[in-house]
């Protein structure tokens, strides 16, 4: 059973995360305070909608995913408990599900720079404009703008969007977006992939569609064995991992004090993944 609470701003927000009393935050419009998330690392990622041109065009995705230099990134915001993250789940995720990485994370920086320019040679035409839709504070700016820095030598001219927390979820949930900024802390692994799925609509912010992905995200939701339960788990992530409909920039530790908002805080273990959706 969820229990939910409309809280008066951002200070009610942050008292119930920080005494653990919070179990989903969906956003606010106020302004955002920084608090410490609970428990193991959270992704702080990229969404890209799949249905946009050339966003549709899987080498495009696998590209641009793979010029951001997450590293510089990291330390241009010196955001201490931070690391480069290539893998939708924590790699220090608490119930030991360990996901695939993407297929360019044991490759250096300048050689994930070459081949991104190589896969861009057929795009038809050069510049792009992308909009990148973020929350509107210093945190989400810096990266974007670290994000533009990266992409523009390959064309792509990023623009930020910058809105308060609930316009940008309503942007997300209307699809009106190319790429956008978002920070996910679920319960479960299960709950990192189900927002791609197509049963997830309308909160599918990423428009992404695979058959495969579904069919199997499904399974392990409704097999009783651990193992077979987390295989099929695996084969889920590593469809979404293999088109890049998201990618991963950094896992972020919870003393790490990033934003509140945009953390989809799912209930504890006490609350199943059924319930939870």
Known sequence: RISWRVLPGADAVTAMVAAG??????????????????????????V?????????????????????????????LDLR?????????????????????????????????????????????????????????DIFREIAEKIAGDLAPLGF???????????????????????????????????YLFPFSQTAIPWNVGRYSDIAFDENLTASDTERDPGWQTEKL???DEIL????????LMSVKPEANFLAHQLAIFPRASVSKRTAR
Request: no cysteine; net charge negative.
């Open 48 to 76: 890209a909608n799949v249905t946009r041109p050339p966003l549709d065009k899987r080498e495009v995705r696998h590209a641009l995913a793979m010029a951001i230099d997450r590293s510089a990134m990291i330390k241009a």
């Open 21 to 46: 009393e919070a179990g989903t935050i969906l956003g606010f419009d106020s302004p955002p305070a920084r608090v410490t998330a609970r428990g193991h690392s959270f992704t702080v990622r990229v």
């Open 234 to 236: 695996r084969q889920a």
């Open 157 to 191: 001219r990023v623009s930020p969007i910058a809105e308060s927390a609930d316009a940008h979820e309503r942007r997300l949930i209307a699809g009106d977006f190319d790429l956008a900024i978002s920070a996910s802390a679920p319960a479960d692994a299960y709950q």
């Open 81 to 137: 408990g931070a690391r480069p993250a290539f893998s939708l789940v924590p790699p220090d995720f608490v119930d030991g599900y360990s996901g695939p990485r993407a297929p360019y994370a044991k490759l250096d920086q300048e050689d994930r720079v070459t081949i991104a320019g190589a896969l861009l040679l057929d795009l038809d035409a050069t510049p792009v404009d992308v909009g990148l839709a973020i929350v509107n504070d």
């Open 241 to 248: 991992n293999q088109d890049q409909a998201v990618w991963p």
